[in-house]
Every structure is written in C-alpha cells, then in structure tokens.
C-alpha cells in the first residue's frame, strides 16, 4: 500500500467550500491542502479530482451494528452490520447502540463488533445502555463505563414517549444524564444521551421537564426520530431554541411515509427554512433496525431492515430534491454530528484531522470513490475493501 496519496484539483467541501484544491494524505491523516502542491516519490498514488467533490466521510450517530429488531420474536432479530454496508455509502464513522433488546443483545457483545469494524477499517464508538432504565451496564454505572471504556462516548438509546419504553420519570432521566455529563467531563468525552423518541403525545415534555427541573442544558440530550410526524418536527425545532439538537432518521419505508413520517432530506430543508441552524441539527441511518410491515388490519406482515447506505441517499435527497444549500445539508451528516459527539478530528477536511473522505462526482454527487483513515474502501464507486466474512 502506498503510504501517501495526492488529490489534484478537487472542488473541497470541509463541509464549507474551500474552493479548488490539492489535498495530501499521509498515513490515516489529511497534512497537507494548498492550490498547488509539489511532491515527487515512488510512493505518491496522484488521483485526478477534476469535476469531483473532495467532502468529509460521513458520520453515522445510530446504527445496530449487532442488529436490532426483535419485536415480532426470535425470528425477527435483524442482521448485523458489515463493512461496506457503511463504506458503500461514503460512512466512515459510526455510533453503535442496543436498541428494544438488551436481553439477547448486549454490550460486550456491541464492544466486541465495534472492535471488529474497525480491524476492518471503519472508526467505531458505542454507546453503553439502552432503551430502558435503569440501564444496562458494563463496569456497574454510567460513569465509569464512559470514564474506563474508550469506546463509550455517551449513554442511549434511552427511550421515552413509546410504549417500549421503561417510562422513565424526569428525576430517573436527570440521574443518567448527569452520570453521562460527570463521565464525560472526566473522560474528555461528548457524555451524551441519545434518546429515542416514540410516538406518544407526549414527545419531549419529559427532555423539558429534566432541563427546567435541574442544572443539565439541553445540549445534553440528543433525540432522535424526530422526523416521524409533523407534529413531532415542530415539538424538535421548539427543543432547539433552548440550545438542543435533533436528529432525522433516513431509513423509511412506504408505509411510514404513508402514515405520515417526513423523509429525513424533507425534513432537513424544512428546518434550515424555519431557520434552524445547522449545527443543530443531524441526520443518521439507525442502520439494521426493524422496520416492520403491517397490512390494513395491523398484522405484521414482513420486516425490512434499516439500511446504513440511506444515509448518503437522504444527503443527496435534501440537495437536489428539497434544494437545500449544498454545504449546510452536508454540515448535517458531517461536521454536525462529528461536534455532537465530540469528535473533533472527524467530519472535516482540515490539516490533522482523519482522512475520512469521500470523492464525489460534482454534478450526480454519485460516490467515486470513499477513504477511511487514509485507506481506499471504494474505487470507482464499488467496495474495494470488504469485511472478514462478506
């Protein structure tokens, strides 16, 4: 493998546009962006970026990496997470997270395929806990499973308004969420609280209840879901004129959209119309998750699975469909949820940050070609580096 690698003449998106530039990786970093850079090895691969896009991988906040489901029984549990089930897609990084079952999916078993994905290339954080409270653990609480595990930046996702849910009272929510915001702090961690949020009437009146009743901003909460109505849209922009941040689910399926889910790309474009500022606001796959199918009598009548790739598609969708500005919906996959979670060297193309990039074709913005820490996972828009089993 060639140890440097020289982008030429490549249109930059940091997700700001920086303009036509040479790019240089050396090892799993950017360390050199100029208009015209000079270097001559046997080593240097130079790849051609005319008519292209250089733009950040993207970062994925919720997948189920060791699948998720469940609902329907045993046979319902979904897949796992491969490689270039993310890679395909421009995702370079992602969050890992229990979901409903915490019983048959656990957080060793999450820690041990966080750790295998990025053998294979990817960079992978988890999340301890789940839908319930109070929550699962590794070491025996919050705190010190995000202070002692490197891997955990942060605790969810912790489920309200849904009747999966473990009805959480505010005052159960303040415990866990401080637990996360101490261990943070200790770690040098986000010490986020991913939270899922259900159907119920009741949407965030509990994050309110917990932020009016203590000492922890709203910033520490992160819902996701918001999305599934407009009503629920609505409740998400109120969230983030107190300093929160919502996050859009880009796998669907007709029948959510029927009964009145907003695509994540519509949604995006609706908020930065409503003039929401994009660092507020993030997109995400929940990759291999359940999306169950029910026929008109409310059976359930098959299962589709949530799929990582649709994270690019809803990317694509707010741009050229919802005619959302190019940099700030690409802010929403990127730089926004990169600044969430407290990882600064991800989601941008700057000099010492990770060189997760993806080469785009500057009218399509079909995927030429995706880097993960400086390793070529796609060429020429197929995976060139696959996982262990695939």
């Known amino acids: 493998m060639n140890s440097l690698t020289l982008i030429r003449n490549i249109r930059v998106l940091s997700p700001e546009d920086k303009g036509t530039l040479d790019v240089l990786i050396a090892g799993d970093k950017v360390v050199a962006m100029d208009s015209h850079l000079t270097l001559e090895s046997e080593l240097v691969t130079e790849v051609d970026g005319s008519n292209k896009l250089l733009m950040p991988g993207l970062v994925d906040s919720l997948v189920h990496i060791t699948g998720g489901g469940g609902e329907g029984g045993f046979h319902t549990r979904t897949p796992q997470m491969s490689l270039t089930d993310a890679t395909r897609g421009g ?13 048959t999916r656990t957080l060793p078993d999450l820690l041990a395929k966080a750790r295998g994905l990025e053998t294979e290339g990817l960079s992978v954080y988890c999340y301890t806990g789940s839908y319930q409270l109070p929550p699962r653990t590794i070491t025996g609480n919050v705190t010190d499973d995000i202070v002692l595990i ?3 930046i942060g605790i969810g996702e912790v489920a309200i308004a849904d009747h999966r849910s473990s009805q ?31 159907d119920s009437p009741s949407q965030l009146r509990l994050l309110h209840e917990v932020v009016e009743q203590s ?20 409740a998400g922009i109120a969230w983030t004129r107190v300093g929160g941040r919502i996050d859009f689910t880009s796998s669907t399926n007709a029948q959510f959209i029927y009964e009145g889910e907003i695509p994540a790309a519509e949604a995006v474009a609706y908020c930065l119309q409503q003039g929401v500022d994009a660092a507020h606001l993030t997109i995400s796959s929940d990759g291999n998750a359940s999306l169950p199918v029910f026929d008109n009598q409310g059976r ?20 050229k469909k919802y005619q959302a500005p190019l940099e700030k919906a690409l802010a929403t996959v990127t730089r926004s949820p990169a600044e969430i979670l407290g990882l600064a060297h991800k989601g941008r193309v700057e000099i010492g940050c990770d060189a997760d990039l993806i080469i785009a074709d500057a009218d399509s913005l079909a995927i ?9 996972m796609v060429t020429k828009g197929q995976p060139c580096v696959k996982g262990t089993f695939e």
């Not at 000492?215 to 609505?234: E, G, I, K, V, W």
């Not at 359930?300 to 990317?315: D, M």
């Not at 030429?368 to 070529?376: E, S």
């Open 168 to 198: 959480p009272t505010a005052r159960e929510l303040m415990q866990i969420a401080s637990d996360a915001r101490v261990g943070g702090m200790l770690s040098g961690k986000a010490g986020i609280v991913s939270i899922h949020v259900g």
């Open 300 to 319: 359930l009548v098959g299962l589709e699975v949530g799929q990582v790739e649709s994270l690019y598609g809803a990317f694509c969708d707010a741009v």
């Open 368 to 376: 030429d070609a995706v880097y993960a820490k400086g390793r070529l």
């Open 215 to 234: 000492d922890l901003p709203a910033s520490q909460f992160y819902p996701t879901h918001m999305n599934r109505n407009q009503s629920l849209l609505d």
């Open 150 to 152: 490197d891997k955990f």
């Open 91 to 103: 995702v370079t990084t992602v969050i890992g997270a229990l979901g409903t079952d915490a019983t």
